[in-house]
């Protein structure tokens, strides 16, 4: 599955703890060092909250990019980078991480009208590939993996998370093949029963 550009990977606001750990959501791919994973980071968005925002904004001296929004000065990988935005949507003021390629430089533009476009559908709702990038947001990194040589060749590399199948134990699954009782079951219970939105 060929992942959007632009992506919410974690519904609802994420705490602190959270946040730190969706800074590098992808520790333990296997090529790790190897080659530049931006195109793993880039576009990836999610909320967080206004003492986050603080925070962050006071660790380090920030690249201001706009009223609304700054960068880190410490790049992730080559060109890519932490933007935090405030936005105002439906009249208060929200706060958003998201990981933007600042070679392009409407990078921040972009993601912007992404993430206010996403936030302001009147109905609350999740597509199938934000279910799946919660899921993987939210698996403890003992329960959550990338294929490797048990695996055919063409699914190696590829994410993985535990399933528990009743009689059958625990068994890893490839995050994009699970069933959609398998997303229901590894979902919080607030966000099993939102609608299926269509992917803009």
Wanted: charged share 25%.
């Amino acid at each position: 599955m060929t992942l959007s550009p632009i992506r919410k990977v974690f519904q609802g606001i994420a705490d602190r703890r959270q946040m730190f750990r969706m800074f590098d959501r992808h520790a333990q791919r296997p090529d790790r060092g190897q080659g530049d994973a931006g195109s793993l980071y880039a576009g990836e968005w999610f909320e967080i909250g206004q003492a986050a925002h603080d925070y962050m904004f006071e660790a380090l001296p920030p690249v201001i990019l706009a009223v609304d929004m700054f960068a880190l000065r410490e790049f992730l990988t080559r060109s890519v980078t932490s933007v935090f935005f405030t936005l105002w949507i439906d009249g208060r003021a929200r706060y958003f991480h998201a990981y933007c390629d600042l070679a392009d430089i409407n990078s921040g533009r972009r993601m912007r009208e992404a993430i206010v476009e996403r936030e302001t559908r009147p109905v609350r709702a999740m597509t199938r590939q934000e279910r799946l990038e919660h899921i993987w947001s939210s698996t403890h990194d003992g329960y959550r993996g990338y294929a490797g040589e048990g695996w055919t060749a063409p699914d190696r590399g590829k994410r993985t998370v535990t399933v528990y199948g009743g009689r059958q134990g625990k068994t890893l699954r490839l995050l994009y093949s699970l069933t959609d009782q398998e997303i229901s079951e590894k979902l919080p219970v607030h966000l099993r029963y939102l609608p299926d939105a269509i992917a803009a």
